[in-house]
C-alpha cells in the first residue's frame, strides 16, 4: 500500500526541520565567505517553503507528487551549499 501524499509531506517537512540548521544566528551563518551561495537567504527560503505547507497540510490541501518532488529537490540543492559552507555535518 503506498503511503498518503499529506504524509509524504509531513515526513519530507519534519526531516528538513531536524537537518538544516535553521536555529543558526546570522554571525554563523555569515562568518566566513559564501562562496556557494548565501546560506542565509537559502535558509529563510526554504524555511518559507516548509511553513507554507505546513499551513497548507493544515487547511486541508493534498499536495500531488510534483509537489513532493520540487520540495524534496530544493532541499537537496540547498543542503549541498550548506555543506560546501561547512554549515552542516557532512555524511
Known amino acids: 500500500m503506498k503511503p498518503k501524499a499529506d504524509i509524504v509531506m509531513v515526513d519530507i517537512i519534519q526531516q528538513i526541520r531536524a537537518t538544516f540548521p535553521f536555529e543558526l544566528s546570522e554571525e554563523a551563518l555569515c562568518a566566513e565567505s559564501c562562496s556557494y551561495g548565501c546560506p542565509k537567504k537559502l535558509l529563510e527560503y526554504l524555511h518559507m517553503e516548509i511553513t507554507e505547507w505546513e499551513k497548507r497540510l493544515e487547511n486541508g490541501e493534498a499536495p500531488n507528487l510534483n509537489?513532493?518532488?520540487?520540495?524534496?529537490?530544493t532541499s537537496r540543492k540547498i543542503y549541498k551549499i550548506l555543506e560546501k559552507n561547512n554549515l552542516v555535518n557532512t555524511r
Open 67 to 73: 509537489d513532493i518532488k520540487n520540495l524534496s529537490k
